[in-house]
């Protein structure tokens, strides 16, 4: 089966930076992926990392270590609107249907 | 843009009541899934189709089935409502090949049995 693990928690101030790490267990990897939530909302797609290295999108960037099984989330130049979940997720290589297992999430909050 | 819409944002039912939960998606995409998600366990997924008429069990199929008899919609049945699938119902789609990553949610279903 499938296991991630990513911090239940993170608080930072505006403009800080602030990574978020997930580990996982799979029995088939394809790629791991980053959600972002805010309250009532829905989850949005932020990035996706299939190969080892960095993704840099605007303030946010993501970072896969495939050897290592871990990946991060690094969101820069904190703003207020950043508070929300961030989810990890692996993307399985044996399922069809592009099929997702998701990590129980991290909660942002961002304080003046 | 992806359009992912659920018939209701808010629903109410008795214990041992059947529960629809339906949802639409307006981009031809293959895929479809339904996600329960409970505060600190993320979400986990119910059943997923990738194909018109074909579902596959996610991780917690237990009390509940889905339906997919059209290409948009794809629906998710509670035969038998119990107390503990009180939870937030979030449906998804998405494009089917090696490139597609990308799963685009609903807004939710809040659902409550009492």
């Known amino acids: 089966g499938q296991s991630l693990e990513q911090p239940s928690e993170v608080t930072a101030v505006e403009g800080a930076i602030v990574q978020i790490n997930c580990t996982y267990q799979?029995?088939?990897?394809?790629?791991l992926s980053w959600y972002q939530q805010h309250d009532g909302g829905a989850p949005t797609f932020l990035s996706y990392?299939?190969?080892?290295g960095l993704e840099e999108t605007g303030r946010f960037s993501s970072f896969l270590s495939r050897s290592d099984s871990y990946g991060y989330l690094l969101l820069q130049e904190l703003q207020m609107k950043d508070s929300a979940s961030y989810f990890c997720?692996?993307?399985?290589?044996?399922?069809?249907?592009?099929?997702?297992?998701f990590g129980g999430g991290t909660r942002v909050l961002v304080k003046p | 843009d992806v359009k992912v819409t659920q018939s209701s944002r808010y629903l109410v039912k008795r214990t041992g009541e059947k529960v629809f939960l339906e949802c639409v998606q307006d981009?031809?995409?293959?895929?479809m899934f339904w996600y329960r998600q409970d505060p600190g366990l993320g979400l986990r997924l119910i059943y997923f189709?990738?194909?018109?008429?074909?579902?596959e069990k996610g991780d917690i199929p237990e009390g509940y089935s889905v339906s997919r008899e059209k290409k948009e919609r794809f629906s998710l049945i509670l035969e038998s409502a119990s107390t503990n699938q009180t939870s937030m119902y979030l449906c998804?789609?998405?494009?089917?090949?090696?490139?597609?990553?990308?799963?685009?949610f609903g807004p939710g279903t809040r659902l409550t049995v009492t």
């Open positions: 998804a789609s998405s494009t089917s090949g090696r490139v597609s990553y990308e799963q685009y």
């Open positions: 981009m031809d995409h293959e895929n």
């Open positions: 189709s990738y194909d018109v008429k074909m579902k």
């Open positions: 997720a692996v993307r399985d290589s044996r399922a069809a249907g592009n099929k997702l297992t």
């Open positions: 799979t029995s088939g990897f394809y790629g």
């Open positions: 990392n299939a190969l080892d």
